[in-house]
């Protein structure tokens, strides 16, 4: 989901509780607080030798001890208003981090809605091979490359 997707969907639901469902249905504890929005940009060169950049938007939850604390869809939209300062671009992919027992980081699929609730919907990031890929590809198209191979 991108950031504007994210800011339209709040914005169209003002007096939602935002929750952010994880992969496997547990929810981040309802009392959690989005304490940054940020710009994250990874440039890497891959096993076969080829540069890359990734570019998304992270949003930094923390549950602290204020369990009464409830994050409204209005505020929300508002926090995310303040990342524009920093964010270039509302097409930018958003990832949610939380801190469970490791710092995770989970792009949003989709909003849901479900009674006050505007459920945000964490899927499981996941590691790749480009070169494999790109060799997978070639290979399909008939050619293959040397600068494609894998370690």
């Given at each position: ?12 639901n ?6 952010f ?42 549950v602290?001890?204020?369990t ?11 926090i ?20 469970c ?51």
């Amino acid at each position: 989901m991108t950031l504007h997707d994210l800011q339209n969907a709040l914005e169209a639901n003002p007096k939602r509780f935002p929750r952010f469902v994880l992969p496997n249905g547990d929810y981040i504890p309802a009392h959690a607080h989005v304490t940054e929005v940020g710009h994250l940009v990874r440039n890497f060169i891959d096993c076969g030798g080829l540069t890359g950049k990734e570019e998304k938007v992270v949003l930094q939850t923390h549950v602290g001890d204020d369990t009464e604390h409830r994050l409204q869809s209005d505020r929300f939209a508002k926090i995310l208003q303040l990342g524009n300062r920093v964010i270039p671009n509302a097409d930018l992919d958003v990832d949610v981090e939380y801190d469970c027992c490791v710092v995770a980081q989970y792009p949003i699929a989709e909003t849901q809605l479900r009674g006050q609730y505007l459920d945000l919907i964490l899927k499981r990031g996941r590691t790749q091979c480009r070169a494999r890929e790109r060799r997978q590809a070639e290979t399909a198209a008939g050619c293959c490359a040397a600068s494609a191979s894998c370690c």
